[in-house]
């Protein structure tokens, strides 16, 4: 007899209700629709293939071979809260300025300062701030090979104190974002997408 | 008439026990910083903003997530965030929340030289009165942490008061009220110290932190804000806490011999002049010289 006494055969069971996930019966690792690499469990599928997309001319898509070979992650502050607080002169002042993380690795590799101003590119668009250079982000190595990644708190826009004062460029996060929605939480696939980046 | 603050010890005609009878009271009040559960969130930033009415300021990107580069007149409560790497290679992001320390035996007290600008309150809190303060500015030199900053305006030096319109009504300072992750205690010195301690002994015992300590410097008579840091042999990672804080020489010179050799020569030199007036009498212009100007 196995340990699990209760079960007849004596071993534990794994549940997956029929129709509960989109991509099959069970969970399974897809690299995002923009990866630096193919999917190392089945490089054949690499991408989820039940995604869902818009389709408009705006939403492409890109590879590394396209140049565009830096990891990007964008997140929320604790100061402020999503686009209301920049118009709130408290939240302003605890952070003033839009600006995009960048490990010391690609701040050298690309001779940018902390300070400088970056632009950062996707294949649907732009996003410029200042560089906020830190060794709290690491180069990684991803598949044998050297890998970047910036990171992108999302809370400015096209109205708000800095805004107003034009101290902003005035660019979007999700310009630079992939129209990408997972296809069981329906999550958008902000967290990994791929862009360059150069000093504005 | 209320008598809030009176605490009976006997009644008449009472059976049992007398309620609040022999009640220990202890005044110094003191506020625990545990370093090692700040999250950098800024909370108690707004806090004291809020509570002290401070007004906004300018501030501008500085390549860091730290408010400004250090506390400003009208700004008394600032995290400082530095980024460490151990010596394993691995790296710690350090916050701590920067005020005054409101020391036992405060620098910026001693220095002052304007009658009643610095009190020292019974429960150890510093406070400055700026309707005494001259703005000299002694009180910048003496402080050993840089904690009072001018108001170039009205000429008057400003810092963290520990909230003492709340505390002398019996509420915590508002940072401690607006802390989420616990890393603020307030209380009593004796039991803030206890818990500093023990948090200290539970970060060496299993949390493989082997130098965890409370930073209390004695140079300054132990303070009333004390930390509770990762690794109390090296406070200076903290954003320049110093190791051995203590009132700069110059200071304890100048409030104290300088100060008495200065009103020795004053006096002497009164004393000398009338003197020597009695011996040799007034200074007589010789005529002759006063021909020769005309």
């Not at chain 1, 007899?1 to 069970?26: C, S």
């Not at chain 1, 818009?54 to 809260?81: M, N, V, W």
């Not at chain 2, 300590?213 to 954003?239: C, F, N, Q, R, S």
Request: with cysteine.
């Amino acid at each position: 007899m196995g340990p699990f006494i209760m079960n007849p055969e004596g071993v534990g069971r794994l549940f997956a209700p029929l129709g509960a996930f989109a991509e099959g019966p069970f969970p399974e690792h897809y690299e995002p629709t923009e990866s630096p690499i193919e999917n190392p469990l089945h490089p054949g599928q690499s991408r989820n293939p039940v995604v869902k997309r818009f389709k408009t001319p705006d939403d492409q898509y890109a590879s590394p071979k396209d140049g565009y070979d830096i990891i990007c992650t964008t997140y929320r502050l604790t100061e402020h809260y999503h686009y209301w607080t920049k118009n709130n002169p408290m939240n302003v002042q605890l952070v003033p300025e839009p600006f995009v993380e960048i490990s010391e690795e690609l701040a050298q590799e690309k001779g940018i300062r902390g300070g400088d101003k970056v632009k950062v590119s996707s294949i649907r668009g732009t996003y410029i701030a200042k560089a906020m250079v830190t060794k709290r982000i690491k180069q990684m190595i991803v598949d044998g090979k050297k890998t970047h990644q910036i990171g992108i708190p999302i809370h400015w826009g096209f109205r708000g104190i800095a805004e107003d004062d034009g101290k902003t460029a005035l660019t979007l996060t999700n310009q630079l974002s992939p129209a990408v929605v997972d296809p069981n939480a329906y999550t958008p696939e902000f967290k990994g997408f791929l862009v360059k980046v150069e000093k504005a | 008439m209320s008598q809030a603050t009176l605490r009976i010890q006997k009644i008449s005609g009472h059976a049992g026990s007398v309620p609040g009878e022999d009640t220990q009271r202890e005044s110094q009040v003191c506020k625990l910083v545990d370093t090692t559960t700040c999250i950098g969130c800024k909370a108690c930033e707004v806090a004291c903003m809020e509570w002290n009415d401070l007004p906004f300021g300018e501030t501008v990107f500085d390549n860091s997530y730290q408010t400004m580069p250090e506390t400003r007149w009208n700004y008394w409560n600032l995290i400082l965030f530095n980024e460490h790497v151990r010596e394993d290679g691995s790296l710690m992001w350090l916050m701590r929340k920067n005020q005054c320390m409101h020391c036992a035996e405060p620098g910026c007290l001693e220095a002052c030289p304007a009658d009643g600008a610095i009190v020292q309150y019974s429960n150890g809190i510093v406070d400055f009165q700026q309707d005494h303060c001259i703005g000299c500015g002694y009180c910048i030199t003496g402080c050993p942490f840089d904690i009072p900053k001018l108001n170039p305006k009205t000429k008057r030096v400003h810092k963290c008061t520990l909230c003492t319109d709340r505390v002398s009504e019996g509420l915590e300072p508002a940072c401690i009220k607006s802390c989420p992750t616990g890393c603020l205690h307030f209380g009593t010195k004796e039991d803030m110290k206890y818990l500093a301690e023990h948090r200290a002994k539970q970060l060496k015992d299993h949390s493989g932190y082997v130098n965890a300590g409370v930073y209390d410097p004695p140079g300054v008579g132990g303070t009333g804000v004390i930390y509770v840091l990762h690794d109390a042999t090296k406070p200076e990672l903290y954003g320049g806490l110093p190791k051995n804080p203590s009132i700069p020489l110059s200071v304890k010179l100048w409030k104290q011999p300088m100060k008495w050799i200065g009103n020795i020569l004053i006096i002497g030199g009164i004393v000398g002049t009338f003197v020597h007036y009695l011996r040799y009498g007034p200074k007589i212009v010789p005529e002759d010289s006063a021909k020769g100007d005309s």
